[in-house]
């Protein structure tokens, strides 16, 4: 007869894995400070089979931070603050960075993740893509699990179009659904002022709505490539910037939410040096000539009365950083 060895029940595996987790002295919690994006320029393609669009892309990271912090725990769970309407399930974008990382290292996902919204919802601003980038940077910091630069970034482009840049910040050409990133060799700081809305609008749902524009001709053609706000990064002139900021998807945001235009015409009357819709929107971006200028276009935005708040900002920064523990 041969011999059984024993098996104890799967349950207690699993809960003296935990226990021995338990014993085990657990790692600091890591925070990770992570920036919005605008886009200098958005020319949108064609839709494409697979539901995206290929994109010709100019981000630029700007000073409007989310912080993720990973706490080593007994399973995964989320929590947000700053912000309202932020899933806390399997759904947050950053919930699905965790599991991801966790499967491609090989390790449980075993976190607590702390979300704290600096970066508008819903606002064009890439804000849920950011704390993926976040979440994927503090997961691999707490475990330890040593996977490189380009593994991160493959796992990113899998999240979410907008997750590479998060991780990688400064100025950046985004090709393909805006994954494929070339970092752009840019001069000088530029500064902007945020009109931020009430409320969010879907990114799928924009891109619907220009296929709908363009499907009855009511949409201008595909934007020029990105030539002149490269031309202008290079000469490090906020001035020739401002003239060519562009935005395919600024019609088909303003047709979602027509009090867009409000917002859009106070960059005129304000005088900033350009204006546009922040990618999907529905935050209008103004950029203008200094950080002094800032202060005074955003107080008299305020008295326009036409956004629910307003941030200034500047750009270019980095990426997805671990923070020091001893603070900011
Ligand atoms: O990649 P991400 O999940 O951020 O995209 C959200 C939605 O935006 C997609 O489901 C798609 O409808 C739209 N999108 C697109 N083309 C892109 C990027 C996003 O159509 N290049």
Redesign the pocket.
């Known amino acids: 007869m041969g011999r059984r060895s024993y098996q104890p029940p799967r349950s207690s595996i699993l809960s003296s894995r935990r226990d021995a987790r338990a014993r085990m002295p657990r790692p600091a919690p890591v925070t990770v400070r992570v920036p919005a994006k605008v886009n200098l320029h958005l020319g949108v393609g064609p839709?494409r089979a697979d539901?995206?669009?290929d994109?010709a892309s100019v981000f630029q990271a700007v000073s409007l931070y989310d912080e993720v912090t990973a706490t080593a725990a007994d399973e995964l769970s989320i929590e947000v603050a700053g912000a309202t309407g932020v899933p806390v399930d399997d759904s947050n974008l950053a919930a699905k960075a965790a599991r991801a990382l966790a499967s491609a290292a090989g390790v449980e996902p075993a976190v607590h993740l702390r979300l704290t919204k600096g970066i508008p919802v819903a606002g064009g601003m890439a804000g849920g893509?950011a704390d993926a980038a976040a979440a994927l940077v503090a997961c691999d910091a707490l475990w330890g699990t040593g996977v490189d630069r380009s593994t991160l970034a493959a796992l990113a482009a899998v999240l979410?179009?907008?997750v590479p840049f998060a991780l990688q910040g400064g100025n950046a050409l985004g090709t393909g659904?805006?994954d494929l990133l070339s970092p752009i060799l840019g001069r000088g700081q530029y500064h902007w002022v945020f009109a931020l809305a009430d409320g969010g609008l879907s990114?799928?749902a924009v891109?619907a709505e220009l296929d709908r524009q363009r499907a009855e001709g009511a949409a201008s053609p595909p934007a020029h490539p990105p030539d002149g706000v490269l031309g202008a990064l290079r000469a490090g002139d906020p001035v020739a910037l401002g003239r060519v900021l562009a935005n395919d998807l600024q019609p088909a945001a303003v047709r979602l939410r027509p009090q867009l235009r409000r917002v859009i015409g106070a960059g005129q009357e304000l005088g900033a040096l350009g204006t546009v819709v922040s990618g999907s929107g529905p935050t209008v971006a103004f950029l203008v000539r200094s950080a002094a200028v800032s202060i005074s276009f955003a107080s008299a935005l305020a008295g326009l009365d036409v956004c629910r708040s307003i941030r200034r900002a500047h750009g270019p920064v980095s990426g997805a950083r671990v923070l020091p523990p001893d603070g900011r």
């Open positions: 839709g539901g995206y669009h994109l893509s979410g179009s907008d659904r805006g990114t799928a891109y």
